[in-house]
């Protein structure tokens, strides 16, 4: 169970990626218009980090 919750690097993204939003969000001025451009990213970077805790993304030998 607990291989599936975020190591440091994940969540050192995690951070990084929401310093990234709230940057862009204040520059854009408008939060309503900003955070729906960036629900996106957000979650195209959970998906494939939870694809990749899964197993499901790693290469695999199974190709014989």
């Known amino acids: 169970m607990f291989k599936h919750l975020p190591g440091r690097v994940e969540l050192a993204l995690f ?3 929401a310093v990234v939003c709230v940057a862009v969000v204040e520059l854009i ?3 309503g218009a900003g955070l729906f451009f960036l629900t996106f990213p ?4 959970s998906a494939v ?15 014989e």
Do not use: Q, Y
């Open 15 to 17: 951070a990084a990626m």
């Open 29 to 31: 001025g408008e939060p």
């Open 42 to 45: 957000v979650f195209v970077f």
């Open 49 to 63: 980090l939870g694809l990749w805790k899964s197993g499901r993304l790693r290469a695999t030998d199974d190709f």
